[in-house]
């Protein structure tokens, strides 16, 4: 839920290293396990780009029909994220959680392209594990950036059997969020353009999205998010192509699975891509 947390505060120590940690705030103690929730887990640890190692946890659904790639916003890790997506496994959904370089118990220190990388490796990992099973990619706020980079990033095999991307309270550009958060303290709104200057280049979910079709896109934000407001949302599915869909509710930030209509317009875009899916040749 804190998603760029205390940004306004730091931004000025930031902004002197010209810095991406500005983007990242790791935790790496795992505060609990899927089981203590009463889900079935399997510790994964991969080998990324770079020589680090990822930690993710491997959530099996006991009759699959699809497996879901979820990629968690910039604070803590897997374990205080894990809320957003244990449910899914009870109705058929394989759940793959993946702690970037630098979170949880990954290796390594935080970085835009190194958590595509990363998002990439898990990707690679699961296309080699579930041979012919459809699967979604699911980020949220940063995650949201993260993943649309990672998935139209890859090569057209790396996509054969991706069904959907769901984009839950993402933002459209690093830069404009930047500005945003800059302008909402007073010591810091004079800076909301070297904030701007300092984000990295290349991966603005804006850019991103269009790439994403043919596969079908669900955009989801809450209509009163405070810290990515939803004009985001209606910029990114502005400049989506079809197939897209794009889900509001009144809520505020990353609040979409504590509530049933985000549980149901999830699971809904998942059947529906479902029944338009077809295994390539």
Not at 171 to 181: C, G, M, V, W
Not at 215 to 234: K, T
Not at 239 to 248: C, N, S, T
Request: hydrophobic share 45%.
């Amino acid at each position: 839920m804190r998603i760029l947390r205390a940004f306004s505060l730091v931004l000025l120590v930031g902004l002197l290293s010209g810095c991406e940690a500005l983007l990242f705030y790791p935790q790496s103690t795992l505060l609990r396990t899927p089981a203590e929730v009463g889900v079935t887990y399997e510790d994964v640890v991969l080998d990324g780009e770079g020589g680090v190692t990822l930690h993710a946890w491997w959530l099996p659904a006991e009759t699959p029909r699809a497996t879901l790639i979820f990629a968690h916003g910039n604070a803590e890790n897997i374990s205080t994220h894990l809320a957003g997506v244990y449910w899914l496994p009870a109705q058929g959904i394989n759940v793959l959680l993946v702690d970037y370089r630098g979170y949880g118990r990954s290796t390594g220190y935080p970085s835009v392209a190194g958590a595509v990388s990363d998002l990439q490796v898990a990707v690679r990992w699961l296309e080699d594990k579930e041979t012919g099973l459809p699967w979604f990619a699911l980020g949220q706020s940063l995650g949201a950036s993260l993943m649309g980079a990672a998935v139209t990033g890859l090569p057209p095999d790396g996509r054969r059997h991706l069904a959907g991307v769901v984009l839950d309270a993402g933002f459209s550009e690093y830069a404009r969020i930047a500005k945003e958060q800059a302008a909402k303290h007073w010591l810091t709104w004079s800076f909301q353009y070297p904030a701007a200057w300092a984000m990295p280049d290349g991966y603005d979910l804006s850019e991103s999205v269009p790439a994403i079709s043919p596969a079908p896109l669900l955009l989801i934000h809450g209509e009163r998010d405070a810290v990515i407001g939803v004009e985001h949302a209606r910029r990114l599915y502005a400049a989506a192509k079809a197939p897209k869909q794009l889900f509001l509710y009144d809520g505020g930030h990353i609040e979409t699975f504590q509530r049933p209509e985000g549980r149901e317009a999830l699971l809904d875009f998942i059947a529906s891509s479902l029944r338009q899916w077809a295994p390539p040749d």
